[in-house]
Every structure is written in structure tokens, then in C-alpha cells.
């Protein structure tokens, strides 16, 4: 049975771990030009911090508690290749959805072809992330199936 609460804080950990990540990518100057939440922000027509503030509810909420709602039916025969699955999918769902709406067009191909390959990488590191936290909050019995 799915636990929420172990999904919200793994969808929170595993957020703040792709967030690290994103900060450095940009830090080092690859890509600086795909920032997630500075888009966000503009789709929303408000500031970045609104922006990174919005990331980190999809992250822990949607991206997390969905994780956990439908974790025994993600392919997998194991936490951590459940959420790299899961993490693909959120990754695609980004691509076709959110970067068109962003003016980034399809896959986000007006970055070029490194912001699909980014961006995969990136969101394989949240799922493997979602899912290792979530089977030891599981594993360790520490929080009640909701």
C-alpha cells in the first residue's frame, strides 16, 4: 500500500537534490540559459523565487505523492528502478508539456539537443533519488501507510 508522507519527503529530497544539481549546471556554465524555475516564473508571470518556489511543490507533491499513489503499479522489481521509470516519465511529460508552453518548443530543441540530454540526466538522478528515499522510509517502517 502507498504511503504519502513517505512520498512527499522523498519527492522533497530528491527535489532538492535536482535543485543542487541545476544550480551547478548552471554554475559551471553549461546551459545557463535552461533555467527551469526562471521559466516557471515567466510562464506564471512572476519572479524566479516564485518560480523555484513552484518547482519544489511539483517536485514534493505532484512528482512525490504521485510516486507514491501509484507506486505498485510502476514496472520495477525494486524502489530505486521504480523511480528512475518514474522519473523518465516526468522527464517526458516536461518535454512534450512544459518546454512548448515555455517557448522552448518540443523537447525543449530550441536550447538545442543538449537540453533533452540535460534534462534526462538530470531527472533519472530525481527518480533514482524518489525511489531510493521512499523504499527506506518504507524499508524502515518509520511512518504509517496512509
Do not use: C
Not at 22 to 42: C, Q, R, S, T, Y
Not at 53 to 71: D, E, N, P, S
Not at 74 to 102: C, E, H, L, Q, R
Request: avoid cysteine.
Amino acid at each position: 500500500m502507498q504511503n504519502i508522507f513517505a512520498g512527499l519527503i522523498a519527492g522533497f529530497i530528491a527535489t532538492v537534490v535536482l535543485s543542487a544539481m541545476m544550480v551547478i549546471k548552471g554554475l559551471m556554465g553549461l546551459m545557463p540559459e535552461l533555467d527551469i524555475a526562471a521559466m516557471i516564473g515567466m510562464m506564471m508571470g512572476a519572479s524566479v523565487m516564485v518560480g523555484w518556489i513552484v518547482h519544489f511543490m511539483i517536485g514534493t507533491i505532484a512528482w512525490g505523492g504521485g510516486f507514491a499513489l501509484l507506486y505498485d503499479m510502476i514496472p520495477g522489481d525494486n524502489a530505486v528502478v521504480k523511480g528512475i521509470g518514474f522519473g523518465v516519465a516526468a522527464w517526458f511529460g516536461m518535454m512534450i508539456i512544459v518546454m512548448p508552453m515555455a517557448g522552448a518548443g518540443l523537447f525543449g530543441m530550441t536550447f538545442g539537443i543538449m537540453a533533452p540530454v540535460m534534462t534526462l540526466l538530470l531527472h533519472v538522478v530525481f527518480g533514482a533519488v524518489l525511489g531510493g528515499v521512499y523504499g527506506m522510509l518504507l524499508q524502515r517502517g518509520t511512518l504509517n501507510a496512509a
